[in-house]
C-alpha cells in the first residue's frame, strides 16, 4: 500500500471564515482538508511532511506495515536540529540525511535502521544527545547513531579517523547496521564530492577505495559498491573514466544485435524445456568495463595486436528463475545448445562465497565467435546478490540466535571475517599500525575456501598461506606447526593456497610425562613474517618473538649428561679386534666410516694398503665398488669379545620436518640414550624438509635400535635411517674410511613404532608406520 502526503495543513479556520455549512456530499477543499485532519488526529496518526513522500513510497514498497509516525517523529526532530546550518553544496543540511535515508529505503532497510540514519549526524554536528536520542526512540536507535558518530580531533588528533573506523568496527560486530549507515553516508557524500576542494577529493576517495568499498563488497551490498566504484574511479582517474564513459555512451547509442537477440532466444529456448525464467542483459557498471578493457589489450589477438573492446564485453546475461534446481535445468540448456568455455563456470550456488553471494556463473560460445558470459540465480538469491547483509533483514535479539550454529555464516550481525578483524584489532592499539593492517586486510578483493583433511571450512583471503591457515585454526596450533601438507603432499609454510584445497596442519606433539619445558611450543622463525599475509597471523608470530628472544641450541659432543667426563691422560689400553678374519688371524681391522657397521650387521671384509682389512656392511656402495674393481673379499664375523679402540661409532640420518628447536631436540634425545655424539651435521632445510646426520659413539651395540627409536619420537622426525655411502660417489683409498659427502640413506626407520625386527642384513629399525608423504623417497 502507498501513501502520499498532501500539502501541509494550515491553521485551523474559524466558522465565520469557513462561511455556511454545506451538505457533506458538497464540501469545499477547505471543508475536506479539515475533515482529513479531524480523521487523522481522531485516530492518532501524525501527518507524514512533503519530504518524507518519495521515501515512504520507496519503504512501504518493502515494508507494507511500517510504522510511519516513527519515521515522521525522526525527521521532524532532525530537521529541527540541524535547522540553519548548511553544506558544502549550499542546500540546506536536513537534505543529506533524508538522502542517506532514501538510498537505505531504496535497498529495504528496516524501520529502525532508517530513524537512525535520519538522526545519524545529530549528535555529532549538533546539540542533540545519545541520551536523549535513547530516551525518544529507544536504545537500539541510540546505537547505531553512535556506531556512526565521528570522534572529535580535539580528542584524538591525527589519528581521530583511525579510531572511528575502529570505533565503527567494533560497533559493527554487534550490530551489521552500523556499517550499513556508514555505507550509504559515505555515497551521499561521494555523490557531492566535486563541492569539496580537490585535494580533500582525493584524500576522501582512496579512503573510500581502500576501506569503504572492500567493506561494502564483504558485506554482498553490491549496487554501493558498484556506484562508489564509478565515482572513485572518476574522482582518482578522470581521464580514463571520461574514455571509458565515451565507450559505453557509443555502445549504447547503438541497436544490440548481440546481447538482446541472444536473451531473446535463450528465453525462448527456456519455455519450451517448460522452465519459468526471467531472461534480462545486465550492463556492466564503468569500472568493470574498464577491467574487462585492460584484459583486452593484455591479451593479443590473432594478428598479434592488442585486442579492442568486444560487443560482448559491455554486459552479461541474467536469468533469474524460481527454485535453486531450476539454476542447473538452465545450466544445462546453456551447455547443451551452445558450447561452454572451460574453466569459465563456476558455482556460487552449492558454495556461496564469504559474502553470501549465489549464482551460477559460465561463458558460452555463440555461433560468431563471440563470447557471452551468463548469471543464473533465484529470485531471492538475487535480492542478497544486490543488497547483502541488508536483505537478510534486522539481525534477531542475542537470546533469539544463542542456540545458532557457531558455523552458521549468515547470521548478518557477524559475519565470519568481521569476527576475524575483531580479534587481531584488539592487538594493535597504535592507530598508524591498526590503520595498515586493516588496509591490507581488506586489500584482497575476494576470499578462498580451504577445507581441512578434519573436515573444517577455513575461510582465507586469497593471497594466503599456509601460515595463515594454522594461525587461523588457533594461535596454539600456528606456534605448534611443524609443517602442512596440501592435497595430500608436504609443503612449505609459505605456499600460497588456492580455492578448494584440502590442508592439514601438521603440529608438535608434547610426550607423555613431559616437564613444563617440553610442553611449551617451539614457536614460529623469524621468517614465518615473510609468509604472514593477515593481520592475525602477524601480531601472533610477533608476540611470540617479542616474548621469546632467539636463542642457538647448545649441540653436545662427547658424553652424555650423567656420564663422567674422561680423565685427562688415558690409559692406552689394548683392546681384541671386534671382527675375525678368516684365514688372517692377528690382522689389523678397521671398521668403514661410510657405512659404520656395528654388530649383529652382516659385514664382508676388503684388503686394502698395509695388509689390513676394511670391513663394511654387506651391500655398502663403497664396498661394491672394491668389489667390482677386482680386489678381493675376506670372510669376516663379529667376536664376542671384540670392541673397536674407540668403541662402535654409528652414523644415523635424521629425516625431518624444519622446525625452530628440532636440533636441540634430537641431541637432547640422543643424549638421553648414554649416547656421545661425535659430530653433528645439519644441510639447510628444502622445502620444509631437513636432514641431520649424527655419528655417535654407543656405549653396548645393543643400543642402536633404542637410538634409532628415540630420535623416531622427537616431534617432526618421520624417517631415521643408517645412511651408506652414495652409489655414484668415490670412497676414499683406505676402502671407505672417510665419509663421502651427499651421502644417501638406505630404508630407514619410519613412523612411530617402537618395534623392533631384523636384526641382520640391512641394520635397520622399523616396523608399521604411517604412509610417506608422496614426495618422500621410498626404497
Not at 568486444?310 to 552479461?316: H, S
Not at 636463542?551 to 692406552?572: E, I, K
Amino acid at each position: 500500500m502507498t501513501i502520499e502526503a498532501g500539502q501541509p495543513l494550515g491553521p485551523p479556520t474559524s466558522t465565520r471564515q469557513a462561511g455556511v455549512l454545506r451538505p457533506l456530499g458538497g464540501l469545499g477543499r477547505a471543508a475536506l482538508g479539515r475533515a482529513g485532519r479531524a480523521a487523522l488526529l481522531a485516530t492518532g496518526r501524525q501527518p507524514v511532511p512533503d519530504a518524507l513522500e518519495p521515501l515512504v513510497r520507496a519503504h512501504r514498497g518493502h515494508h507494507p506495515q511500517a510504522d510511519l509516525g516513527l519515521l515522521a517523529r525522526a525527521y521532524r526532530l532532525a530537521e529541527a536540529s540541524h535547522r540553519g546550518q548548511k553544506r558544502k553544496s549550499g542546500e540546506p543540511y536536513i537534505t543529506h540525511p533524508l538522502a542517506v535515508t532514501m538510498i537505505l529505503a531504496q535497498l529495504g532497510a528496516g524501520t529502525t535502521t532508517l530513524v537512525a540514519s535520519l538522526l545519524h549526524d545529530t549528535v555529532e554536528d549538533t546539540e542533540l544527545t545519545l541520551d536523549q536520542v535513547s530516551a525518544g526512540f529507544g536504545p537500539e536507535v541510540a546505537y547505531l547513531v553512535d556506531g556512526v558518530t565521528k570522534l572529535e580531533k580535539v580528542d584524538f588528533g591525527a589519528a581521530a579517523e583511525a579510531e572511528t573506523f575502529r570505533k565503527m568496527l567494533v560497533a559493527t560486530g554487534d550490530d551489521v547496521r552500523v556499517m550499513v549507515i556508514k555505507l550509504a553516508d559515505r555515497l551521499h557524500n561521494m555523490r557531492t564530492i566535486r563541492h569539496m576542494k580537490p585535494a580533500s577529493q582525493v584524500r576522501i576517495a582512496k579512503v573510500t577505495r581502500d576501506v569503504l568499498i572492500p567493506l561494502a563488497e564483504r558485506l554482498g551490498i553490491q549496487v554501493l559498491k558498484a556506484e562508489l566504484e564509478d565515482i572513485v574511479f572518476a574522482t582518482l582517474h578522470p581521464e580514463e573514466h571520461t574514455r571509458t564513459r565515451t565507450l559505453m555512451a557509443g555502445h549504447e547509442g547503438e541497436p544490440d544485435t548481440l546481447l538482446e537477440p541472444f536473451a531473446r532466444l535463450l528465453a525462448r529456448q527456456l519455455a519450451e524445456t517448460g522452465v519459468a525464467a526471467e531472461v534480462t542483459v545486465r550492463p556492466r557498471h564503468c569500472v568493470s568495463l574498464h577491467r574487462v578493457l585492460l584484459k583486452r589489450a593484455a591479451a593479443p589477438g590473432a594478428d598479434g595486436r592488442p585486442q579492442g573492446p568486444q560487443p560482448a564485453d559491455f554486459g552479461r546475461l541474467l536469468v533469474v528463475v524460481e527454485e535453486n534446481a531450476d539454476c542447473y535445468a538452465v545450466l544445462g540448456e546453456l551447455h547443451t545448445c551452445w558450447t561452454p568455455l572451460p574453466g569459465e563456470f563456476k558455482d556460487f550456488v552449492a558454495a556461496p562465497k564469504f559474502n553470501l553471494y549465489q549464482s551460477l556463473h559460465t561463458a558460452v560460445a555463440l555461433e560468431g565467435g563471440a563470447v557471452v558470459e551468463v548469471l543464473v540465480r533465484t529470485r531471492r538469491m538475487h535480492e542478497v546478490a544486490e543488497t547483502g547483509v541488508v536483505a537478510l533483514g534486522d539481525p534477531e535479539p542475542a537470546a533469539a540466535v544463542q542456540d545458532a550454529d557457531e558455523l552458521d555464516r549468515t547470521d548478518p550481525a557477524r559475519p565470519g571475517w568481521l569476527s576475524r578483524l575483531l580479534e587481531w584489532q584488539q592487538e594493535t592499539p597504535d592507530p598508524d599500525a591498526f590503520w595498515s593492517a586493516l588496509t591490507a586486510d581488506l586489500a584482497g578483493d575476494r576470499e578462498i575456501t580451504v577445507v581441512t583433511e578434519c573436515g573444517e571450512t577455513l575461510q582465507l583471503r586469497a593471497g594466503a598461506t599456509c601460515v595463515d591457515a594454522a594461525y587461523l585454526l588457533g594461535e596454539d596450533t600456528g606456534h605448534r606447526c611443524i609443517g602442512v601438507r596440501v592435497n595430500g603432499r608436504l609443503t612449505a609454510l609459505s605456499t600460497v593456497l588456492q580455492d578448494g584445497d584440502l590442508l592439514a596442519v601438521l603440529t608438535e606433539t608434547v610426550p607423555a610425562g613431559a616437564g613444563p619445558r617440553a610442553a611449551e611450543p617451539s614457536g614460529p622463525a623469524p621468517e614465518w613474517l615473510a609468509h604472514a599475509r593477515t593481520p592475525a597471523a602477524r601480531l601472533a608470530i610477533e608476540r611470540w618473538l617479542a616474548d621469546h628472544p632467539a636463542r642457538l641450541p647448545a649441540v653436545r659432543t662427547g658424553p652424555s649428561a650423567g656420564q663422567p667426563a674422561p680423565p685427562a691422560h688415558r690409559t692406552v689400553e689394548r683392546r681384541a679386534a671386534p671382527v675375525a678374519v678368516a684365514g688372517r688371524p692377528g690382522a689389523p681391522v678397521r671398521l668403514a666410516r661410510c657405512c659404520t657397521p656395528v654388530p649383529p650387521d652382516e659385514v664382508t671384509g676388503y684388503p686394502i694398503r698395509g695388509g689390513t682389512v676394511a670391513v663394511h656392511r654387506t651391500g655398502c656402495p663403497a664396498g661394491e665398488r672394491m668389489r667390482t674393481a677386482g680386489r678381493g673379499t675376506l670372510e669376516v664375523r663379529w667376536r664376542a669379545d671384540g670392541t673397536p679402540a674407540d668403541g662402535y661409532r654409528a652414523t644415523l640420518r635424521a629425516e625431518a620436518l624444519n622446525r625452530p628447536r628440532l636440533l636441540a631436540d634430537l641431541t637432547a634425545a640422543i643424549s638421553a640414550e648414554d649416547v656421545g655424539i661425535v659430530s653433528a651435521e645439519v644441510e639447510p632445510p628444502q622445502e620444509l624438509r631437513v636432514r641431520h646426520t649424527y655419528t655417535v659413539e654407543l656405549p653396548a651395540p645393543a643400543a642402536l635400535p633404542g637410538l634409532m627409536r628415540a630420535m623416531l619420537r622427537v616431534s617432526g622426525v618421520y624417517d631415521v635411517s643408517r645412511p651408506h655411502a652414495p652409489e655414484d660417489g668415490t670412497a676414499g683409498r683406505n676402502g671407505g674410511d672417510r665419509p663421502a659427502p651427499g651421502v644417501g640413506p638406505s630404508r630407514g626407520m619410519r613412523g612411530r613404532s617402537t618395534a623392533f625386527t631384523g636384526q641382520r642384513s640391512s641394520g635397520t629399525v622399523h616396523g608399521p608406520s604411517p604412509k610417506p608423504p608422496s614426495d618422500q623417497r621410498t626404497e
